[in-house]
């Protein structure tokens, strides 16, 4: 199903280290409610039946409730929200959109031990607020996925959080390498790990869940170091088309956009038997490691 991801404004009660949208907090202003149904009525008429709403933080938007409600009369099939988490500690709140008609959550949650979480997000508590929020979704019984950026902070604690969420039944979880733009590229030295560091772990992980009978994906990890996992790539396996509706540009193809402006490739690449198919690192990553991970299969 295609889908219009949408961010309402780029606000956030968060201060991640590894934040791709920094700058844009306070470049830009929240979109009005006239233009965000605007949008929603293009974006349907250009075939989207599912919607994402994202930001920044699309809870800190004061219309996110009445752009769901706008969205359900459009006939929207599935709306998802992302977002951080924190304000869905509040019961009412989560009712609210529930009510509005929100059908799947996909909130963030990036470390299995609390002190570590909150000081990467930079806000105090925020891993017992995500928790909370975790638990009220579940008694709601909504349909719950998971996602988290694995950084050099975090990777080690990756079984361990994989094991939680298991015993708290999310549904789907995915494990999204860090992206190296804005605050991650600026605080590259601290948050980017190498990713045949990680690998071990994210494995680990994805036995866990495999095992749990969860789905569970990864992206922004190419083939080579994905082998007898390939299962698990996101791109490859999961991702729906995608247009992006941004501040600044509307994509249309989020998939052509990776391919053509976002990832590298190189001339060695040429000889994998997944070249056709393998949508290679973010363009920063070899900038800082280098290529000599990534073999050719
Ligand atoms: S095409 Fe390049 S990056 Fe992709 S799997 Fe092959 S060697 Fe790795």
């Keep these: 199903m295609k889908r219009a991801d949408v961010k309402v404004w780029f606000a956030c009660n968060n201060m991640c280290d590894f934040c791709v949208q920094w700058d844009k907090r306070t470049k830009y202003p929240p979109r009005s409610i006239d233009e965000i149904k605007k949008i929603l009525d293009d974006e349907y008429k250009n075939g989207s039946r599912g919607l994402v709403f994202t930001g920044g933080e699309p809870t800190v938007h004061k219309n996110l409730t009445e752009a769901i409600r706008y969205a359900k009369k459009l006939w929207y099939e599935q709306i998802q929200i992302q977002s951080n988490w924190r304000n869905f500690e509040k019961l009412d709140y989560v009712k609210e959109l529930i009510e509005a008609w929100v059908t799947e959550f996909w ?30 979704l579940k008694n709601l019984k909504q349909y719950v996925l998971i996602n988290s950026v694995v950084t050099k902070q975090n ?126 690192p973010w363009k920063e990553y070899p900038l800082i490691y280098w290529w000599d991970e990534f073999q050719p299969i």
């Design 107 to 136: 909130p963030s949650i990036h470390w299995f031990k609390p002190e570590t979480h909150d000081k990467l997000v930079k806000a105090p508590w925020a891993w017992q607020q995500v928790v909370k929020g975790l638990i009220n």
């Design 155 to 280: 990777y080690k604690e990756i079984p361990e959080l994989a094991a939680l969420l298991v015993k708290l039944w999310v549904a789907q979880f995915q494990f999204a390498f860090v992206h190296i733009l804005w605050s991650a590229d600026k605080n590259k030295a601290t948050v980017v790990p190498k990713k045949s560091d990680a690998i071990p772990y994210i494995k680990k992980w994805l036995d866990i869940w495999k095992n749990a009978w969860v789905v569970c994906m990864t992206e922004a990890i190419p083939f080579c170091l994905m082998q007898w996992y390939e299962w698990a790539i996101a791109e490859y396996n999961f991702m729906p088309e995608t247009t992006v509706v941004d501040a600044e540009y509307r994509t249309e193809s989020y998939a052509d956009y990776r391919w053509n402006e976002w990832k590298a490739k190189r001339e060695e690449c040429k000889s994998c038997s997944k070249f056709k198919i393998c949508e290679w």
